[in-house]
């Protein structure tokens, strides 16, 4: 079998296959967590949150032996950082229903659905721990692709998890794992239809496949963590802090530091006390030896380098140092692919630079961090706000931490920032976020939203300058005055009236008859009503005068005599006459 021109082995057919299967049950899982309340959530990240607590150093002590990454007992604080720190951050979140309300604005909380998160070997527990945790806060299912070198780590760490929130009423397959990942079956988890979100932790490689996968994608670019000594610096505190980030699990922590930019008043002095706290400044023969083992011709770190202690990594470029060296130092001229040692290295390795002002630093960490850290993370250590403030403007990172050891500021730890691990790097690195990644992240937030404007209608006024043409209407026709004579209508109804009733009286006499009266009364051989003209039929060639009043009646008569009605503007007719005439064309015009 092939796809996209890669033949794929029965391993990823299983992977594949595996893939598919975790995700549909963890579907099945989400339309129960969607009707779980706070307290219920609450309840099982609590749980979770005991139980890695309760093996984290058995958990350290799994992630260093399986992927020979790092130190036990750091790796134990990572994954307490996680299942405590990062749960009391979060504890009192609200992510169920309405999470915020004001009188013009209700916020609404609700799951995204399956998360896949990719779980790097670096740090593969207290990422899998910190990745359960914010993915069940926000009532979201998980299925976890850790990397080859860390699956029964992983799979231990979700294990006990899920026993513990399971126990909680939580449904098992809202907590699932990979046991044979590949790249094919992390692509099919990525890629599934049923997959609303993806955490991706791990090499660029799989952060671009993360962000084509067509799903929303919370990735993490490279970091090339610089660290810049200013002259107003702390400097012991500064040198211990730098060396406590760098050999912190033996800089596996992609937000440790990479390099050393000393401003030249006190290079001196940060050189020896580097040297006081186990450094090893590396000679141009040693620098030579040690660049192709550390970075390999595709400009990645090589595995074999990475977390492993410095001795080792001397002994593997084939030269010796003491044995108390805890980081190998490197004194570079430049940044770029001609200085291999100026990209990450993810090991206890460092650049070191001099420079003659903080101005002169700021463009230095510009080209390390574009080099293959940009949008990620910097550290800076002064006592001059000013300077801080002005070096911070100029650098392209999301976190600038400040006279603190880098990856502990990065992530939350020593300073304010949302415990996590997982660090955006913002557009600047590809990513969709400069944030730290949070249980925020995973949710669809609606929003009811009040009128507090009221909309206006205003006339358009036309724009300055321009003549709008306006069409010309004729003026309707004008109509002719009419003055009614109340005496006048008295007797044409006294006259319809008599007609009915077989007389036909004299018009009462008008004595000095007004001009208005005179004007408007009609002529002497004018019709008065429809009965009236039955009684004078016109003559044959004479024009049919139209009469003055029309009712049902009349309309029922001239119907069975099977003739017409005539009548002209002036004409008075009953609703029921005209509704009956125009039924059975009774009416014409004159």
Not at 31 to 60: K, N, P, V, W, Y
Not at 141 to 164: D, Q, Y
Not at 551 to 570: F, G, T
């Amino acid at each position: 079998m092939e796809r996209e021109g890669t033949v794929l082995t029965d391993k990823d057919l299983r992977s594949i296959q595996q893939a598919r299967h975790l995700v549909s049950r963890a579907a099945e899982a989400q339309r129960a967590l969607i009707g779980f309340s706070q307290e219920h959530i609450d309840r099982i990240t609590a749980a979770m949150s005991q139980a890695a607590l309760r093996e984290i150093h058995r958990l350290g002590e799994m992630a260093a032996a399986e992927t020979g990454f790092g130190i036990p007992a750091d790796k134990a604080e990572k994954n307490r950082f996680a299942a405590v720190n990062v749960y009391h951050a979060f504890k009192d979140m609200k992510t169920v229903g309405i999470i915020r309300e004001t009188e013009t604005i209700i916020e609404m909380a609700d799951p995204r659905g399956v998360v896949a998160a990719i779980i790097p070997s670096t740090n593969p527990t207290s990422t899998a721990i910190y990745k359960i945790l914010i993915a069940l806060k926000a009532r979201n299912a998980i299925v976890l692709s850790p990397h080859p070198a860390a699956v029964n780590c992983v799979a231990e760490t979700a294990r006990l998890m899920r026993e513990a929130a399971v126990a909680e009423g939580l449904p098992p397959e809202a907590i699932s794992w990979m046991t044979e990942p590949t790249i094919e079956g992390t692509q099919e988890l990525m890629k599934h239809p049923q997959t609303a979100v993806i955490l991706a932790t791990g090499g660029m490689g799989l952060v671009r496949a993360a962000y084509s996968s067509g799903k929303p994608a919370f990735g993490v670019g490279p970091g090339n963590v610089p660290a810049f000594i200013e002259r107003t610096a702390d400097v012991p505190k500064a040198v211990a802090d730098i060396l406590t980030g760098k050999c912190f699990d033996n800089g596996t922590i992609c937000s440790s530091e990479q390099s050393i930019i000393a401003d030249a008043p006190i290079d001196g002095q940060v050189r020896e006390l580097l040297k006081a706290q186990g450094a090893y400044f590396l000679s141009k023969d040693e620098i030579k030896a040690l660049e192709p083992l550390v970075i390999l011709p595709t400009w990645r770190v090589n595995p074999q380098v990475v977390g492993r202690y410095a001795t080792h990594i001397a002994e593997m470029a084939g030269f010796s140092v003491p044995p108390h060296t805890r980081v190998l130092v490197a004194e570079l001229e430049g940044v770029g692919k001609e200085y291999p040692l100026s990209l990450e290295k993810l090991s206890p390795i460092l650049a070191y630079y001099t420079v003659p002002d903080w101005r002169a630093a700021a463009e230095l960490c510009q080209q390390i961090l574009r080099l293959g850290g940009t949008g990620h993370t910097l550290a800076i250590h002064s006592r001059d706000r000013h300077v801080i403030r002005e070096f911070a403007l100029r650098q392209p990172a999301s976190r600038i931490v400040v006279n603190t050891p880098a990856p502990h500021g990065s992530i939350g730890f020593s300073t304010d920032l949302p415990p996590s691990m997982t660090l955006g790097c913002g557009s600047w690195g590809g990513n969709i976020t400069s944030d730290n990644i949070s249980p925020w992240h995973l949710l669809d937030i609606k929003r009811v939203a009040f009128e507090t404007r009221p909309v206006v209608r205003k006339p358009v006024s036309p724009p300055t300058g321009v003549e709008i043409p306006i069409p010309s209407t004729p003026p309707p026709p004008e109509r002719p005055s009419i003055r009614i004579d109340r005496a006048m209508i008295e007797a044409l109804v006294e006259q319809v009236l008599a007609t009915r009733l077989g007389t036909a009286p004299s018009p009462p006499p008008s004595p000095n008859p007004s001009p208005a009266a005179q004007h408007n009364s009609p002529p002497s051989n004018a019709p008065t009503s429809e009965s009236a003209q039955k009684k004078t039929p016109p003559a044959e060639n004479e024009t049919p005068r139209a009469v003055e009043f029309v009712c049902e009646e009349d309309v029922k008569r001239a119907l069975a005599e099977k003739r017409k009605i005539y009548i002209n503007s002036r004409t008075i007719i009953t609703p029921a006459a005209r509704d009956l005439g125009e039924e059975h064309d009774v009416f014409a015009q004159t």
